[in-house]
């Protein structure tokens, strides 16, 4: 309990600008609550995204008004738990970031995991590019391809950084659109960036994922120069 606690009021200290959906967690067994299960659940919450979020993205804070209001979104469709009033992502919106190399894409996107866990939004989140996607779920020995897909394509909320980076086969095309497909056949919330000119999108990463990608996710344009040539990748 006390371990968690601290976890909690850490997290927060470093990013007092974010206000939780719990403030207060002794004030919750007055209205019917459960404040240790609340404790507990917030906790994991933020250590789950603390081991997701790399190194150089654990400061990363979304600044950009559009992500925001994406986030704000989810936040708003989240549902309490009957028990604990920790809410809960029940399906959403998406995001599609587009940007040169280096902009900040990927800090945006961070910071927005960064600021759902601060909330105390409970969605499970997973990360990681493309091309990781794709290496994992490359058949060899001892690696079930089909449950790594399935991690990736049915996660609650998923972050997939630099669509369209890989060089584009047949089976990478295929894997894209299943896990595009099913992100948008089944309203899951989703970030995606990617390096590519919307003009471009399609060629890239094929005109179906790409029809579905601008249906399914609000589209940000992101300017500016490169920031891993200046120092301030994260």
Same mark, same amino acid.
């Given at each position: 309990?006390?371990?968690?606690?601290?976890?909690?009021?850490?997290?927060?200290?470093?990013?007092?600008?974010?206000?939780?959906?719990?403030?207060?967690?002794?004030?919750?067994?007055?209205?019917?609550?459960?404040?240790?299960?609340?404790?507990?659940?917030?906790?994991?919450?933020?250590?789950?995204?603390?081991?997701?979020?790399? +190194? @150089?993205?654990?400061?990363? %804070?979304?600044?950009?008004?559009? $992500?925001? /209001? =994406?986030?704000?979104?989810?936040?708003?469709?989240?549902?309490?738990?009957?028990?604990?009033?920790?809410?809960?992502?029940?399906?959403?919106?998406?995001?599609?970031?587009?940007?040169?190399?280096?902009?900040?894409?990927?800090?945006?996107?961070?910071?927005?995991?960064?600021?759902?866990?601060?909330?105390?939004?409970?969605?499970?989140?997973?990360?990681?590019?493309?091309?990781?996607?794709?290496?994992?779920?490359?058949?060899?020995?001892?690696?079930?391809?089909?449950?790594?897909?399935?991690?990736?394509?049915?996660? +609650? @909320?998923?972050?997939?950084? %630099?669509?369209?980076?890989?060089? $584009?086969? /047949? =089976?990478?095309?295929?894997?894209?659109?299943?896990?595009?497909?099913?992100?948008?056949?089944?309203?899951?919330?989703?970030?995606?960036?990617?390096?590519?000119?919307?003009?471009?999108?399609?060629?890239?990463?094929?005109?179906?994922?790409?029809?579905?990608?601008?249906?399914?996710?609000?589209?940000?344009?992101?300017?500016?120069?490169?920031?891993?040539?200046?120092?301030?990748?994260?």
């Amino acid at each position: 309990m006390a371990d968690n606690l601290d976890l909690i009021n850490r997290a927060r200290a470093a990013f007092p600008h974010i206000t939780p959906a719990i403030p207060d967690f002794n004030a919750l067994d007055d209205k019917g609550g459960d404040s240790f299960t609340a404790i507990r659940d917030t906790a994991s919450i933020l250590s789950m995204t603390n081991d997701l979020i790399p +190194p @150089l993205y654990q400061r990363a %804070d979304a600044t950009d008004e559009r $992500v925001l /209001e =994406w986030v704000d979104a989810l936040v708003g469709l989240a549902k309490p738990n009957q028990f604990s009033r920790v809410p809960y992502l029940k399906g959403g919106p998406s995001l599609l970031l587009l940007g040169a190399t280096g902009v900040g894409k990927t800090h945006q996107a961070y910071g927005a995991l960064r600021r759902l866990s601060i909330v105390g939004i409970g969605c499970g989140p997973v990360a990681a590019s493309i091309t990781d996607v794709f290496a994992k779920m490359r058949p060899r020995p001892g690696v079930d391809s089909e449950a790594v897909f399935e991690a990736y394509a049915s996660a +609650p @909320l998923a972050f997939i950084d %630099d669509l369209g980076a890989a060089k $584009v086969t /047949e =089976w990478t095309e295929e894997v894209t659109y299943r896990l595009v497909n099913h992100r948008y056949e089944h309203q899951l919330p989703t970030i995606f960036t990617s390096n590519a000119a919307p003009k471009d999108l399609g060629e890239r990463v094929g005109e179906r994922v790409a029809s579905r990608l601008m249906e399914m996710a609000q589209r940000v344009a992101i300017k500016g120069d490169d920031r891993r040539r200046q120092g301030r990748a994260a």
